[in-house]
């Protein structure tokens, strides 16, 4: 039976940075799924961009917001897609990498919005986390009457929302290395010492971003990654 992803299940599927590429592609918008991350959204070691809407109006960020809250939940864990900023990272990749699914976003967030209006008596975001959870359930297993394809716009926003919580911060996203953080993965790192390569070895998060390093720059970057490649540019 179809269901909600866990934190414990994500964590599972993710494990290491490229979470995203261990995902299924959804069933009927799979054509560019794996598309790669957005463009960057700031130049190394600045500041990063002001928290303002760029493709999505206010009422299809708030419904987002609200989803992908419930795809990755803060908890007891620790934060989740919210404070990652996934959904902000949507917004900017829909201007970019993710520019194909704009429509596919604002077609499936308002029917989101009116199922649960029709299923519930309340938009999507006013719902409380249970009735929230419900709603998702039913729109994952394609049981949300008046909404065509609902399963694949839940595989959708599934994936996307994953590669905005575990992407470089420098795509939008993984918000002030939240993501990492979550699956203790350490940090982009150059050089390696023997004590570091040690099975066991506690290394602490040095909070860098791949292109903090003067190695990695968008013009060594390949511009057109090749089909299948999740890893950006």
């Not at 970019?96 to 999507?124: I, M, N, P």
Request: hydrophobic share 40%.
């Amino acid at each position: 039976m179809p269901r909600l992803i866990s934190r414990r299940d994500l964590l599972k599927r993710a494990g290491v940075l490229g979470a995203a590429a261990a995902l299924p592609s959804p069933r009927a918008l799979s054509a560019g799924a794996h598309a790669p991350l957005a463009q960057p959204v700031r130049p190394p070691g600045s500041a990063a961009a002001p928290e303002a809407l760029e493709h999505l109006s206010a009422d299809e960020l708030q419904t987002l917001e609200a989803f992908v809250a419930r795809l990755i939940p803060s908890d007891a864990n620790g934060p989740g897609a919210t404070e990652a900023h996934a959904a902000r990272y949507i917004d900017r990749a829909l201007g970019s990498a993710l520019a194909s699914f704009r429509e596919a976003y604002s077609k499936g967030l308002v029917a989101l919005d009116q199922y649960a209006r029709s299923a519930r008596g309340r938009a999507f975001a006013q719902l409380p986390a249970d009735a929230q959870d419900a709603v998702l359930t039913e729109v994952e297993s394609d049981a949300a009457p008046g909404f065509p394809e609902s399963g694949a716009f839940f595989s959708l926003v599934r994936f996307h929302t994953i590669q905005g919580t575990f992407c470089d911060p420098y795509y939008g996203g993984n918000a002030n290395f939240v993501g990492w953080d979550l699956i203790g993965y350490p940090g982009v790192r150059t050089t390696v010492g023997p004590e570091e390569q040690r099975l066991g070895t506690d290394i602490p998060p040095n909070h860098k971003s791949a292109y903090d390093y003067a190695l990695f720059t968008k013009a060594a970057a390949s511009a057109s990654p090749a089909p299948g490649d999740h890893h950006g540019d």
